[in-house]
């Protein structure tokens, strides 16, 4: 039985080759992420005007497991990680509630980018909580 078994995987190595491919890493996660450029602004306004009602509308969409937002001067982002990977329809209803988002008057939005992306943000901050 052990020379079987090691003949098996001798001829796996040999089919296997010497040149061929170390397994690829996984890939990092598909989350939805969401950009704002603004007009000159503070980080702290930034956060306060956006980032924080950005979170608060979209803290119940459904299969979300975690999210994080961010405020820089000129820029508000937040990255949604759902369970089992962002599809098209997870980010079909995030544009919807960010279309009806209503930010404070006086803050002007130069650009606006939703999109399904590789995790940046988000996975970072689960990797650091394990």
């Not at 820089?72 to 599809?87: I, M, P, Q």
């Amino acid at each position: 039985m052990h020379m079987m078994l090691t003949q098996s995987l001798f001829a796996a190595a040999l089919l296997a080759g010497p040149g061929s491919p170390a397994p690829a890493a996984p890939a990092p996660a598909t989350v939805v992420a969401i950009r704002y450029d603004l007009d000159e602004m503070s980080a702290e306004r930034i956060q306060e005007a956006v980032a924080e009602p950005l979170a608060r509308s979209l803290r119940d969409v459904a299969r979300v497991k975690n999210m994080v937002t961010t405020a820089t001067h000129r820029l508000a982002e937040a990255e949604l990680v759902f369970e089992d990977g962002a599809t098209e329809a997870d980010l079909a209803d995030i544009v919807y509630r960010l279309d009806r988002l209503r930010l404070d008057a006086g803050i002007a939005v130069e650009g606006r980018s939703v999109a399904l992306k590789p995790c940046r943000l988000a996975c970072e901050d689960i990797s650091a909580s394990r």
